[in-house]
């Protein structure tokens, strides 16, 4: 039986990709605070803002390219059993490959209903403009999980975490509340990989393997030794 490796990816991952992090940016994203555009109460104040920061965000993901970290990725699920569960919202785990995704925040390249959540369209375009409903008549809005929002598919996630064989994780802060709990959730004893610059001050299980680099450089490296090992 193959082995399951679960790798839960975050910001870090797509940096490389031209797509920037929150924590690199002092809490900022592109020059935001996230209390006015990644809000609920954002949106109810003033949706155009939102709506436009959105669509800049869709744009460079639009643009952006895999790096060689979601490649290798793509290339470990041929050899196992693996689930990416990302934090992310741009789709470069998609592009390079990888079919077994799970979105925690949502997929910036949809759109959903603001009256019923489960309404999602997949976008044909770069924005989403005001005025542009759903067929229930409420306006679209990004099929993001905004700050304070519950996240529908966390419970997946919970559920699928004691299952893993061996767990990786690549550039997450572990400073967003609840994917920052998941790590805590694989069996005792399972090997478990960290990738990223600067390992997050955050309590991590003692047998981590810390792996001090660039998800570009870390990932390619512990990817073939994995399938080297299979
Ligand atoms: P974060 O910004 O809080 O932390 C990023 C982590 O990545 C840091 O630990 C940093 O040291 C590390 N990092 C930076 N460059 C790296 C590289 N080249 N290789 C590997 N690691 C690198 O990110 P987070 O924990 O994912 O939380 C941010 C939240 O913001 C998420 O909820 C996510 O939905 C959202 N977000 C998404 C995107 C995206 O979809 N690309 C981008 C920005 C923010």
Request: glycine residues 6%; proline residues 6%.
């Amino acid at each position: 039986m193959k082995k399951k490796i679960i790798i839960l990816t975050g910001a870090g991952i797509s940096a490389e990709s031209g797509l920037q992090t929150f924590r690199d940016a002092d809490g900022l994203w592109e020059g935001y605070n996230v209390e006015d555009v990644a809000t609920p109460e954002a949106w109810a104040r003033n949706p155009v803002l939102v709506q436009n920061f959105y669509n800049e965000r869709r744009k460079a993901v639009l643009e952006a390219k895999p790096n060689a970290a979601h490649l290798a990725l793509a290339e470990l699920e041929k050899h196992f059993g693996t689930l990416i569960i990302t934090q992310n919202i741009d789709d470069l785990h998609e592009k390079a490959g990888s079919k077994v995704v799970m979105h925690l925040h949502g997929e910036i390249v949809y759109s959903r209903s603001s009256k019923n959540a489960a309404l999602l369209y997949k976008l044909q375009k770069p924005t989403i403009e005001m005025g542009e409903l759903c067929e229930l008549g409420s306006q679209l809005r990004p099929h993001v999980v905004w700050f304070g929002e519950a996240v529908p598919m966390i419970s997946k996630a919970m559920h699928e975490m004691p299952q893993a064989d061996i767990v990786i994780l690549v550039g997450s802060s572990l400073a967003v509340y609840p994917a920052s709990g998941l790590l805590e959730l694989a069996k005792p004893g399972t090997p478990v990989y960290i990738i990223d610059p600067k390992i997050p001050n955050v309590n991590l299980p003692k047998n981590i393997v810390k792996i001090e680099e660039k998800a570009s450089v870390g990932v390619p490296v512990l990817v073939s030794e994995l399938i080297k090992n299979e």
